[in-house]
């Protein structure tokens, strides 16, 4: 066990650094964030912030002399960083887990040789290869670069031959898949965490909305019944044994018109459709990765409340601050900001929490609230 008073490494910076880094501070633990930006989120409320790159070897040595620990708030941190930390300190969850994830080909047919379904799909790494890939997945499709993506950037829909190849050539001709656009009935994630010793615990499912490809808002508990949620929540842990994971992961399904459920992706970390614990769960998840990681007990997943959580994008800022009012003087609103300085179009600048017991009233009202920023 890593008692409180060790100092715990985080590759990345971003705001799931941040908010790990808020919940292992809590705990008395010391933060080190290794990340290139120096205004990254997690690096300005940190106990130290190396900004170098990656893979510099100074900083790495730094960060295995320094650490009891490390872990990722990011799947695509270079490989080999992994494994020269690995050769010096433990890292959780571990490079295997990471490769894993960091090429979507290579995930789903990992996941398929669980025997769990994903959507149909193909890999793509030549223009020649799309008319028998089309052929086999069918259209309507989407093609997404196969590393890289996130927040649907990288991913072209796709309506016939001639839109494919223009959309690997509009992707610059990287490795990519071509999958299947599923007739979606809704969109669900279970967050789990698995210790050191194996053990695991799910979080209650999120129900997800995206837009554009980004999601928009969680509900918890999810508008599914209980024996899809006992499903998803089992192959999450199937996923996460396979993996031989250590820490917080999360795993996003599609549940189709036919009520089918179907893996969509796998993210090593901590997740946007968990930030609902934070506010609503007795363990947040960024302190269950803290536990996970440290080889603490794993901390109590269970729901205090119906919670719905909206995503704030940087187009909310467009022009100047949002109109927090109705937000803050709402009772049971919670709002998180991430610190960052720049604003972009869909850029995550923050998410708030909106509790309550009634979980129709708490959708329609944070939808209300979201209206009331701009
Ligand atoms: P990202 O890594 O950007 O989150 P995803 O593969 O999760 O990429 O895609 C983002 C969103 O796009 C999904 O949450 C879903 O709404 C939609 N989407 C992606 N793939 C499919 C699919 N095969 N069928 C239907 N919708 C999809
Ligand atoms: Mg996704």
């Given amino acids: ?22 919940a292992a501070r809590t705990l008395g633990y010391r933060v080190l964030v290794l990340d290139p930006d120096p205004g990254s989120p997690a690096g300005r409320i940190a106990d130290e912030h190396l900004h170098s790159a990656y893979g510099d070897a100074w900083a790495l040595e730094q960060m295995a002399a320094r650490c009891a620990v490390v872990t990722t708030e990011f799947e695509n941190i270079p490989a080999q960083t992994l494994h020269t930390l690995a ?23 990992m996941i398929q040789s669980l025997g769990l379904e994903t959507a149909p799909f193909e890999r793509v790494t030549h223009k020649e290869q799309i008319k028998a890939a089309l052929a086999a997945v069918g259209t309507p499709a989407i093609l997404k670069r196969a590393a890289l993506g996130y927040d649907g950037k990288g991913q072209v829909g796709v309506a016939s031959l001639a839109a494919a190849e223009a959309g ?17 009935e809704r969109e669900i994630s279970v967050v789990l965490a698995r210790g050191v010793g194996g053990e695991t615990l799910c979080y209650p499912v999120a129900e997800n909305i995206h837009r554009h490809g980004i999601l928009h808002m969680s509900i918890v508990p999810a508008r599914i019944d209980h024996a899809t949620a006992q499903a998803a929540c089992r192959a999450a842990i199937q996923l996460a044994e396979a993996l031989e994971y250590c820490g917080v992961m999360a795993v996003e ?9 179907r893996v969509n992706e796998i ?20 302190e269950q990765q803290v536990r996970a990681i440290c080889a603490l007990p794993l901390g109590d997943t269970r729901l205090l409340s119906p919670v719905v959580m909206v995503n704030l994008l940087g187009d909310l800022w467009a022009d100047g601050e949002p109109r927090w009012g109705a937000l803050l003087e709402h009772p049971a609103a919670k709002l998180h900001l991430y610190g960052k300085s720049q604003a972009r179009p869909g850029r ?16 329609t009202e944070a939808e209300t609230l979201f209206a009331a920023l701009s």
């Fill in 1 to 22: 066990m890593i008692p409180p008073g060790n100092t715990l490494g985080m590759l990345g910076g971003g705001q799931l650094g941040r908010m790990f880094t808020v």
């Fill in 87 to 109: 050769g010096l300190i433990p890292v959780r969850p571990g490079a295997r887990a990471l490769e894993c994830t960091q090429d979507r080909g290579r995930e789903k047919a």
């Fill in 168 to 184: 690997f050539d509009h992707l610059g001709q990287v490795p990519c898949v071509l999958e299947q656009r599923l007739p979606l």
């Fill in 253 to 261: 399904f599609f549940i189709t018109t036919a009520g089918e459920l």
């Fill in 267 to 286: 993210a090593p970390r901590p997740h946007n459709s968990g930030h609902y614990t934070l506010d609503a769960c007795v363990t947040s998840q960024f």
């Fill in 348 to 363: 995550k600048m923050g998410h708030f929490c909106v509790l309550g017991d009634d979980r129709d009233r708490i959708i």
